[in-house]
């Protein structure tokens, strides 16, 4: 690791790539990958905010991962390059605090919509008749406000603490964003009460919702199994696939870097599996939900056709 030291309240990334040709090569794959993610995401809320047939509780659930992942990338891509291209790499104290703030509140809210989708699916397919009243304008809409709600609480309490926290030690934080479990092992003070909380953060946003979502599509898929209709059992499989494989590139490196114990820790894979969650997985979701949904890939021709 470089050895920075920063004798102000500023704190120092120490980023994602090194100063090198090398770096220079993965920065430019980075990029465009980055921009990507930008354009999908803001053209998923566009399009389910001006197609009347979208305006359904699955899709407006859908609208809100899309926001949330388009605040991510913005969140922590755009000070990385920076930092990589002009060679400054410190950040505020404020600007730590708020990059720190966002992550962890998009990261929670975000495991909660992907719960409520799942739960939408389930609704959808084992109770149409009921679907109606369990999932109405009026339910989704405190599921949205929830989610952000729960996730902003617990973001606040993290962004607080690591704040006030003393560093007497180096304040280079090895990593290309504000990460609490960065930061805390920078910390010069005992800080295992909020390690621990931590742990209890990431079972409390991520696992159970990932059981929550596995239980859902559990269901989901011995009620398809039982379909006598072939046609209705295929649109439902491709549905339930294309959730699966979100949650998938979701839930698999955020519960390998949070919940694995400490000993099997390491800065440079923890780097590694933020790019996933960060920047892949945002660029990825778009994709997935228009080219694997007619009704998306319609209300888009429907648009273009309407703006053209």
Known sequence: MENYTQPSTDFVLLGLFPPSRAGLIFFTLTFPIFL???????????LILLDAHLHTPMYLLLSQLSLMDLIYVCTTVPKMASGFLSGNKSISSTGCGLQAF???????????????????????????????????????VLMILGSWTAAAVNAC????????????????????FCNVPAMLSLA????????YTVFLSAIIYLLIPFLVIAI????????????RSQEGRKKAYATCSTHLTVVTLY???????????KSLQSAAEDKVLAVFYTILTPMLNPVIYSLRNKEVTGALSRVRARIC
Not at 104 to 132: K, N, Q, T, W
Not at 162 to 176: G, K, N, Q, T, W
Not at 188 to 195: A, E, F, I, N, P
Not at 216 to 227: I, P, Q, T
């Open 216 to 227: 859902s599509y559990g269901k989901v898929l011995l009620a398809v199994y039982r379909m």
């Open 251 to 261: 839930y698999a490196p955020f519960v390998y870097s949070y919940l694995r114990p």
């Open 36 to 46: 990507m993610a930008l354009a999908g995401n803001l053209c998923m809320v566009l």
């Open 188 to 195: 010069c003070g005992d800080t295992r009460v909020h390690q």
């Open 102 to 140: 966002f992550f962890v509140a998009l990261a929670g809210a975000e495991a909660l919509i992907l719960m409520s989708m799942a739960y939408d699916r389930y609704v959808a397919i084992c109770f149409p008749l009921h679907y109606p009243i369990r999932m109405s304008r009026r339910v989704c």
């Open 157 to 176: 309490a993290h962004t607080v603490y690591i704040l006030r926290v003393p560093y007497c030690r180096s304040r280079a934080i090895d990593h290309f």
